[in-house]
């Protein structure tokens, strides 16, 4: 038994270590007092800040520190949600006086919805994203929602002091449209919350904007009287405040890099792998391009790749990367122009902008900046300029005729359809148009603009960020570890005619796509695009494809003829299942084949490992995958044609690729030939693999009319397989697949 002499050694033993470790921590032995022991950041510092501003989870806090009635609520999955967030707080603002808070659900404790005074109001702004997900920042708030009994911070499942707006966007072509504003309208209804004004829903295929505007107005009305508020409160009211400055390190100036961490990557630090993502894209340099179409034809398809070497950042197959184009030359220009900042001594004179409310307006790109690079890499001056946007211009107009103009098209929903969305103008074009001048650019490429004097503040507010545009990567990790594939059609479309081009129409370039173009073109040693020489091009007013400037900013993504080009990777749940013994059916034509170029070759890196440990029959036992896939002609836009018949002898048999030929083949009334027929031909065959061996089923594309016309020929097909009808058994069948998550889709519109 331990004596107390021995108890005394070992406690001595363990404590001397520890207060020789802690000495300078412990101030009854010579130590800096606890209060005094912090450095930058530390404990007690951090505990005064959250006893002085609160709890950076708790909006409730938030709302009564700042007084704000009002918070908005955002999912938003590309930013588009989240701009229509803070056109919500704006507006009232400028209506009623009335400030906000606008959030994103992710960073909040969404369970104390209840502690909501009920003089105030939660909007909330809802993208639906896929097949009826809600968007991955809203993911938290939907799950809490839809708990049977969710658990709110008082303890209880009720939400009877809650007053919300709702507005979803979505878009009629996916079979659940806005299903998570729906859901969480209903939700919030059964949870005793009360509705202001009727369920906004947006509808993106069509016109998202007049959605909006036909929405917002009647829900103002309904909000002013259950509010108790009355509009007049506060008008025309500035979010940010601009400052030209001249004494700024030149370092430290933004030139178009699209974060800090490449700020600094530019003045020569090393952003640290595995950094790069949404918040900080990689400037990754092109490895490859080439035209998929028939050299000559009137349209392009391009192949491009970009090296991820040495920048920490991976994908899967079926994952989406997001490209950051800038504004064509032209366009930058020309809003310079309008703006009177189009000279040498003003485009690049440098600014500093700051928020005056930062939880209603945060500054929507970096700073300090110059008028070059917001213009170039920050704002998307290339968009169609929105009929809420050319009615608030009007009180900066600089002629009367001119305000007139403005208010006409920004009040009139006919006349803005034909004379602006029609014609397709940007916004700079539209200011253009207002005042009688040329929005054709002088022999020297220059503008001779009348100036516009609209405070630049007005602009920033006014006109949205440039986002990144997705593309589903068309290659596997498995066998291009370090490089993503892009496949992207370049998209140009006559407009209508209209006064401002003579009553004639005009090519319309897609701002990436042809961005994408630019690239491809100096890769290969040209320095841009040349002119179209189609007889159809020459009957328009623009025949030029836009010109870009690839060398970015401080020339830093071009080097000795490599050029770089910002992307990330968006996660996707767009996957094959693990096992090859498992049916694949995917249907992708044109473009909507990129995904699956990536889902064969993870097939064919799989198989090379299985043949290589195994031997030569070691794929006898792995189902087959099928690919329908569609193109015009097989000598025009048929996308890879030379690698499916390599894939199909290395995959022995077991990858089979129906093609249909739209302008070769016709049925026996005449009609073309589309994957549906091709699927509809097989049904006997592809049956039994959806109902018995448990096959999955992918669709990539189109989903207007394509996605649909699938489904409907798989509904009959299941219909028939089941002894049952379309209507009744092959779309349970087909609700059953969706729901198992073995029909999986990747479309747009």
Same mark, same amino acid.
């Given at each position: 038994?331990?004596?107390?002499?021995?108890?005394?050694?070992?406690?001595?033993?363990?404590?001397?270590?520890?207060?020789? @470790?802690?000495?300078?921590?412990?101030? @009854?032995?010579? /130590?800096?007092?606890?209060?005094?022991?912090?450095?930058?950041?530390?404990?007690?510092? &951090?505990?005064?800040? #959250?006893?002085?501003?609160?709890?950076?989870?708790?909006?409730?806090?938030?709302?009564?520190?700042?007084?704000?009635?009002?918070?908005?609520?955002?999912?938003?999955?590309?930013?588009?949600?989240?701009?229509?967030?803070?056109?919500?707080?704006?507006?009232?603002?400028?209506?009623?006086?009335?400030?906000?808070?606008?959030?994103?659900?992710? *960073?909040?404790?969404?369970?104390?919805?209840?502690?909501?005074?009920?003089?105030? #109001?939660?909007?909330?702004?809802?993208?639906? !994203?896929?097949?009826?997900?809600?968007?991955?920042?809203?993911?938290?708030?939907?799950?809490?929602?839809?708990?049977?009994?969710?658990?709110?911070?008082?303890?209880?499942?009720?939400?009877?002091?809650?007053?919300?707006?709702?507005?979803?966007?979505?878009?009629?072509?996916?079979? %659940?449209?806005?299903?998570?504003?729906?859901?969480?309208?209903?939700?919030?209804?059964?949870?005793?919350?009360?509705?202001?004004?009727?369920?906004?829903?947006?509808?993106?295929?069509?016109?998202?904007?007049?959605?909006?505007?036909?929405?917002?107005?009647?829900?103002?009305?309904?909000?002013?009287?259950?509010?108790?508020?009355?509009?007049?409160?506060?008008?025309?009211?500035?979010? %940010?405040?601009?400052?030209?400055?001249?004494?700024?390190?030149?370092?430290?100036?933004?030139?178009?890099?699209?974060?800090?961490?490449?700020?600094?990557?530019?003045?020569?630090?090393?952003?640290?792998?595995? /950094?790069?993502?949404?918040?900080?894209?990689?400037?990754?340099?092109?490895?490859?391009?080439?035209?998929?179409?028939? +050299?000559?034809?009137?349209?392009?398809?391009?192949?491009?790749? %970009?090296?991820?070497?040495?920048?920490?950042?991976?994908?899967?197959?079926?994952?989406? +990367?997001?490209?950051?184009?800038?504004?064509?030359?032209?366009?930058?220009?020309?809003?310079?122009? +309008?703006?009177?900042?189009?000279?040498?001594?003003? =485009?690049?004179?440098?600014?500093?902008?700051?928020?005056?409310?930062?939880?209603?307006?945060?500054?929507?790109?970096?700073?300090?900046?110059?008028?070059?690079?917001?213009?170039?890499?920050?704002?998307?001056?290339?968009?169609?300029?929105?009929?809420?946007?050319?009615?608030?211009?009007?009180?900066?107009?600089?002629?009367?005729?001119?305000?007139?103009?403005?208010?006409?098209?920004?009040?009139? &929903? *006919?006349?803005?359809?034909?004379?602006?969305?029609?014609?397709?103008?940007?916004?700079?074009?539209?200011?253009?148009?207002?005042?009688?001048?040329?929005?054709?650019?002088?022999?020297?490429?220059?503008?001779?603009?009348?100036?516009?004097?609209?405070?630049?503040?007005?602009?920033?507010? $006014?006109?949205?960020?440039?986002?990144?545009?997705?593309?589903?990567?068309?290659? $596997?990790?498995?066998?291009?570890?370090?490089?993503?594939?892009?496949?992207?059609?370049?998209? &140009?479309?006559?407009?209508?005619?209209?006064? #401002?081009?003579?009553?004639?129409?005009?090519?319309?370039?897609?701002?990436?796509?042809?961005?994408?173009?630019?690239?491809?073109?100096?890769?290969?040693?040209?320095?841009?695009?040349?002119?179209?020489?189609?007889?159809?091009?020459?009957?328009?007013?623009?025949?030029?494809?836009?010109? !870009?400037?690839?060398?970015?900013?401080?020339?830093?993504?071009?080097?000795?003829?490599?050029?770089?080009?910002?992307?990330?990777?968006?996660?996707?749940?767009? =996957?094959?299942?693990?096992?090859?013994?498992?049916?694949?059916?995917?249907?992708?034509?044109?473009?909507?084949?990129?995904?699956?170029?990536? @889902?064969?070759?993870?097939?064919?890196?799989?198989? =090379?490992?299985?043949?290589?440990?195994?031997?030569?029959?070691?794929?006898?036992?792995?189902?087959?995958?099928?690919?329908?896939?569609?193109?015009?002609?097989?000598?025009?836009?048929?996308?890879?044609?030379?690698?499916?018949?390599?894939?199909?002898?290395?995959?022995?048999?077991?990858?089979?690729?129906?093609?249909?030929?739209?302008?070769?083949?016709?049925?026996?009334?005449?009609?073309? +030939?589309?994957?549906?027929?091709?699927?509809?031909?097989?049904?006997?065959?592809?049956?039994?693999?959806?109902?018995?061996?448990?096959?999955?089923?992918?669709?990539?594309?189109?989903?207007?009319?394509?996605?649909?016309?699938?489904?409907?020929?798989?509904?009959?097909?299941?219909?028939?397989?089941?002894?049952?009808?379309?209507?009744?058994?092959?779309?349970?069948?087909?609700?059953?697949?969706?729901?198992?998550?073995?029909?999986?889709?990747?479309?747009?519109?």
């Amino acid at each position: 038994m331990a004596t107390q002499l021995d108890l005394l050694i070992i406690i001595l033993t363990v404590s001397l270590p520890l207060l020789y @470790f802690f000495r300078e921590s412990l101030p @009854f032995i010579g /130590g800096k007092p606890f209060a005094d022991t912090t450095q930058n950041g530390s404990a007690s510092s &951090k505990a005064k800040k #959250v006893e002085e501003e609160g709890d950076p989870r708790n909006f409730v806090e938030k709302m009564e520190r700042a007084g704000k009635r009002a918070v908005i609520f955002y999912g938003s999955q590309t930013g588009t949600a989240e701009e229509y967030a803070i056109r919500l707080a704006k507006e009232a603002k400028s209506r009623f006086g009335l400030s906000s808070l606008v959030c994103d659900p992710e *960073e909040h404790d969404m369970n104390l919805l209840d502690q909501i005074p009920s003089d105030a #109001v939660v909007f909330f702004v809802m993208a639906t !994203y896929g097949e009826g997900e809600p968007t991955d920042n809203a993911a938290g708030l939907m799950e809490l929602i839809s708990e049977p009994e969710p658990e709110f911070s008082l303890g209880e499942s009720k939400l009877e002091n809650l007053n919300y707006v709702i507005f979803g966007l979505g878009n009629k072509t996916y079979e %659940f449209y806005n299903e998570v504003a729906r859901k969480l309208d209903k939700r919030l209804s059964e949870l005793g919350a009360r509705r202001i004004g009727e369920r906004g829903e947006g509808d993106d295929d069509k016109s998202m904007e007049e959605d909006y505007l036909a929405w917002k107005d009647p829900m103002w009305e309904s909000f002013s009287k259950i509010m108790g508020v009355e509009e007049g409160g506060s008008g025309d009211v500035a979010d %940010f405040l601009v400052t030209e400055i001249t004494d700024h390190p030149p370092e430290k100036v933004f030139h178009g890099e699209l974060s800090p961490r490449a700020l600094l990557a530019a003045s020569g630090a090393n952003t640290p792998s595995g /950094g790069y993502g949404l918040k900080n894209p990689y400037p990754a340099p092109v490895l490859a391009s080439k035209e998929l179409f028939t +050299v000559g034809g009137d349209r392009n398809c391009i192949h491009i790749e %970009f090296d991820l070497t040495g920048s920490g950042m991976s994908y899967q197959h079926g994952d989406h +990367v997001g490209i950051w184009p800038s504004n064509p030359d032209i366009e930058v220009d020309r809003m310079l122009s +309008v703006l009177g900042l189009d000279s040498q001594d003003k =485009r690049f004179n440098i600014i500093d902008i700051e928020s005056l409310d930062p939880a209603l307006a945060k500054v929507p790109f970096p700073t300090p900046a110059t008028y070059d690079a917001i213009f170039r890499h920050y704002l998307d001056i290339s968009a169609i300029a929105s009929r809420q946007t050319i009615a608030f211009l009007a009180r900066y107009a600089p002629t009367e005729s001119a305000r007139e103009k403005l208010t006409a098209w920004g009040t009139n &929903k *006919e006349l803005y359809a034909k004379e602006i969305d029609g014609p397709a103008l940007k916004l700079a074009e539209v200011l253009q148009a207002a005042v009688g001048d040329s929005v054709d650019a002088n022999s020297d490429n220059a503008f001779s603009s009348t100036k516009w004097p609209i405070p630049f503040d007005r602009i920033v507010s $006014s006109i949205p960020r440039l986002q990144p545009r997705y593309y589903s990567i068309s290659s $596997s990790s498995k066998l291009h570890p370090t490089a993503i594939h892009v496949t992207a059609v370049v998209l &140009k479309y006559q407009s209508a005619a209209s006064p #401002v081009h003579h009553h004639e129409p005009r090519w319309v370039f897609g701002l990436s796509t042809n961005f994408i173009l630019n690239v491809k073109h100096a890769h290969s040693g040209a320095n841009t695009p040349a002119s179209e020489q189609d007889n159809a091009l020459e009957s328009v007013t623009m025949k030029k494809v836009p010109s !870009y400037k690839l060398a970015g900013p401080r020339n830093s993504y071009v080097k000795e003829n490599v050029y770089k080009v910002p992307i990330h990777v968006r996660r996707s749940t767009f =996957r094959l299942p693990t096992s090859p013994k498992v049916p694949i059916i995917m249907i992708g034509p044109g473009t909507g084949v990129a995904p699956f170029r990536g @889902f064969v070759q993870e097939r064919i890196a799989l198989a =090379r490992k299985a043949i290589e440990k195994n031997g030569p029959d070691a794929l006898k036992d792995w189902a087959p995958m099928y690919l329908f896939y569609g193109c015009r002609k097989s000598n025009e836009d048929f996308l890879y044609r030379d690698e499916w018949p390599e894939y199909e002898k290395e995959l022995k048999g077991v990858f089979r690729m129906k093609v249909a030929f739209s302008r070769e083949m016709k049925k026996p009334d005449g009609s073309k +030939v589309y994957v549906q027929d091709l699927i509809h031909d097989l049904r006997s065959e592809l049956a039994p693999l959806i109902v018995d061996k448990r096959a999955y089923i992918y669709i990539c594309g189109d989903a207007k009319s394509m996605s649909k016309a699938v489904e409907e020929r798989l509904t009959q097909m299941l219909g028939e397989a089941k002894g049952g009808s379309a209507e009744v058994e092959g779309v349970k069948e087909l609700k059953m697949l969706k729901e198992r998550n073995r029909l999986m889709t990747d479309v747009w519109s």
